[in-house]
């Protein structure tokens, strides 16, 4: 006999304690002599899952009065109770007895489960006598004397194939024979409701019991105090998550049932009365419907009846994979791997499970696919939806041809009508801005029904699970679906009991039309038709070229030829689809500016506007004739004019901004100088999200509208739950349209429009450098050594900067009261510069070490040096401060932005 071991999930490893554990819990933890010390005589304890134990007043009196030290409330016992533990008396002494099942040998459990020889059942209802508690316990050294018990199990109960084991525990009830004059006292069934097998659990979920006035389960009175007899299929629904999957369509009618025998594995509903006693066989290896009807006094087999044919579900078994946790956009790895046998499908299956645990019903629910087209997108969309299809869901809404941008699927989980049809989420296959192809990355995000990403709460039990999943549900049969039309589909199972509807839906429309109640597209049409306006945007063969067709050239009368790159392909075409200096090198040629920002010599006038999208389109790159526009001057920009905009100005205005900690302070200055609430927040939405969501989901202060970005190229607003590209570009053209209302005046550009909101707030110089593919044991050396120089760097000296403190970023969520700690190690300098390092979760392969650089200038005459001039000095002190070329092996970024 050696002690188990399940490396699988060592959790499993340790056995659940027995309730006769109680008195141990109670004496050493000196709570005994707490509550004895408190004057309290009386104890009254009973099983949590017996849901009509309560605190009886007349038993209570009963007990008190009788002087008994020890009372055993009991049950007249029926087939329903026979293996449950029954009364005796010992015959030596005439003491009472406790007998389980499991302390009787194999020849003697037919007289154990004899009702008739054995007439009362123990149900676990126990009144205690404190003080002379107390005195048997002394008596025996501190321990209660209960006979051990034996249970044979598998070391993982859900798995009856995983290695068998002896479970050892003590029942409560066994203290009966310890308590000289013990009683023991008959009470109604109606304090007897225990839920210990799924087959008790779906007679309390029947129209058998009823619920009264003080929120009781008790028997119908039509029952006359008999429960109907029920036996399900102890395999097949062994687990509460069986017993769901076989009634989800409700329970069925147990109210004028006596017995009802279930072998095999039959999926009934509530439609399905019983009456009488009913049998009901399946004999096949696969589930089988039971038809909606009456059944009176009869036996079914539904061996040979057709079954669920393509929507039937099959348990394929499988092994965790390691790393499978959520970053800050969902999870993210080589093409290679989500290809690796059931890599994709465990954590699918993992969020499933996850979602479900957490309360969300599945069952006949719409769930929404899509991405931004990479590499694998098609069959990642197939293998959701056949896991789907098995869990219970039954409509999948898909983007045409499998595309469907990040921000628009936050608007059609927000906006789609009707709600019957509502989507309680969605999966985004995307890796955001990280390269596409058999080589390169992939990824998979869930977001919930308010559009936003899955909140950590719900990562974090997808995580758990990935790491102990052994099976997946999948509809294996479920044909290939077509997603190059827009349509509906009906797929049907073979018996006719069940369908799933399959709808292609236009990927544009629904995030057009909200755009549309956003922003003026009136006024933007008419800036667009000026003869002396021109503009190009680039989606980098990303998911956002057929966005940019519909919205900016069909609706708004954009040229066609203006937008670049605007047909999505699995690989980018061999680009990297990230909105930068360094990756968007055919918009900034156009545009005349060099990777590091600064204008360059044209041949002619480049375009008046330029704009970038990434690979899923919710990140956005603006730029001027001539003239690059940071992500965090972009925020503060919009922030300063978003009076223009009419979903601010038809709200009352701008209320909210929110900016990632990395983010520069320039949208600071704009919130203290227009009264506007001011959040600071670690690098994600999901947490952007909380502060949209405050009053409705938190019941707190209304924030809204709210306005947010990211120095990653993050900008949007409270319309959806999600970073959106698109808006960004709207509100910029919005801006634009506000000052070149009229043709016959000079075209203000957005240059001029940057200079003057330097001019009234300052400047805050800024820039990032990326370390990407840093080998992840260099990067995270590099972040310990940083968090261990904190002191020795407070009041160093270097170029002519002072540190004045430093510290790793920690934030408490003045909404949920969450804590994120390990956000960000800073340097603030004595003029308020600052330096940041962090590492980012968006990396496919590898580590990426973010470095930002910050310094704010008021004085007019330096408000327009390029960036790199202004911040040498700062990046000089940041590099010979942390060491960081030396420590991760790389002389240069990989990128500047």
Partial sequence: MLPAEYPVNPKLEWCPPGHGDLYAALYGSGKLDQLLEEGIKYMFVSNSDNLGATLDLDLLTYFAQSDKPFLMECCKRTENDKKGGHLAVRKADSQLILREGAMCSEEDEPFFQDVTRHRFFNTNNLWVRLDILKQVMDANGGMMPLPMIKNSKTVNPQDSSSSPVFQLETAMGAAVESFTGAGAVVVPRRRFAPVKKCQDLFILRSDAYTVNSAMIPELDASRNGIVPIVSLDSKKYKLVQHLEAATAGGIPSLVQCDRLSVKGLVYMSRKNIFVGSVSIVNSSDEPKVLPAGVYHDTDIDLTDAPGLGPLRPVTEETTPFEGQKPGTSGLRKKTAVFMDGLYLHNFVQSTFTALRDMGINLHGGTLLVGGDGRYYNDTAIQVISKIAVA???????????????????????????????????????????????????????????NGGPAPESLTGKIFENTKKIQSIKICSDLPEIAIGE??????????????????????????????????????????????????????????????????????????????INAEPKEDFNGGHADPNLTYAKELIEIMGVDKSGNAVLTEEAPPCFGAAADGDADRNMILGQKFFCSPSDSLAVIAAHADVIPYFAQQGGLCSVARSMPTSGAVDLVAKKLNLNLFETPTGWKYFGNVMDSAVVYGKENYGPVLCGEESFGTGSDHIREKDGMWAVLAWLQILAHYNEDPAKEFVHVRDIVLEHWKKFGRNYYCRYDYEGVEKPKAEAFMDHMRAQAESHVGLSMHGYIVASADEFTYCDPIDGSIAKRQGIRRLMTDGSRVVWRLSGTAGAGATIRMYLEKYEQDAEKLELPTAEALKELVDTALEMSNLREMIGMENPTVIT
């Fill in 391 to 449: 869990n219970g869901v039954r409509r999948i809404l898909i983007g045409k041809d499998g595309l469907l941008s990040t921000p628009a699927t936050s608007a059609v989980l927000r906006e789609r009508v009707p709600v019957w049809q509502k989507a309680f989420g969605a999966f985004i296959l995307t890796a955001s801005h990280n390269p596409g192809g058999p080589e390169e990355d992939f990824g998979i995000k869930y977001n919930a029904g």
């Fill in 486 to 563: 827009v349509g509906v589909t009906k797929i049907e199972s073979a018996d006719g009991s069940d369908a799933v509807v399959v709808e292609v839906i236009d990927s544009v429309e629904e995030h057009k039309k909200l755009l549309e109640s956003v922003f003026d597209f009136d006024k933007i049409r008419a800036l667009v038709a000026r003869e002396d306006f021109s503009m190009v945007y680039d989606s980098m063969h990303g998911v956002q070229g057929p966005y940019a067709k519909a919205i900016l050239a069909e609706a708004l009368g954009v040229p066609m030829e203006s937008l």
